[in-house]
C-alpha cells in the first residue's frame, strides 16, 4: 500500500521514482550458481534528490513554526495561506540551482520573520 503523506502536493515527490541503489544478480567468479548477489550504486542516481526534498521539508516545517509564533490571527492565517501556495507553486521545480536558489530565498524570509517576531516581542 503506498504511503499517503498529509501534504497532498507532495504527493509527486514519493514513492521516489528512481531507485537510489540498484541491485544485480550476478554469476561471481568462482561461485556455483547465480545466487550471489552483488550491491552497486547506480551512476546516474545520487541522493541529491532526496536531500533536497529533506531541506524544503525541514524549511517548510520551520516556516509554519514561526509562522505559530505571530500573535494575531489574522496575520497568522494570511502568512499560513502565503507558505502553503509559495510551496504548491513551486513544488515541480526540478532544476537544481532553482531549488537552490528558492530554498535560500526561503531561509531569508523565514529569518526576516524570526526578526520581526523578537522585535514585537520586546
Known sequence: MPV???CPWLRNLWPPTAPARAW???QLPGSSGP?????SRSPAMTSL?????????????RILRAIREVPAEAD????????????????????EDAIR????????????????LKLAKS
Open 101 to 116: 536558489m528558492m530554498i535560500t530565498q526561503g531561509n531569508m524570509q523565514l529569518q526576516e520573520l524570526q526578526r520581526a
Open 35 to 39: 545466487s550471489a548477489a552483488t550491491f
Open 49 to 61: 534528490p532526496f536531500l533536497r526534498r529533506q531541506q524544503v521539508l525541514q524549511l517548510y516545517r
Open 4 to 6: 499517503q503523506l498529509w
Open 76 to 95: 497568522r492565517r494570511y502568512l499560513r495561506d502565503w507558505a502553503r501556495e509559495e510551496f504548491r507553486r513551486n513544488k515541480d521545480a526540478t532544476e
Open 24 to 26: 544485480h544478480r550476478a
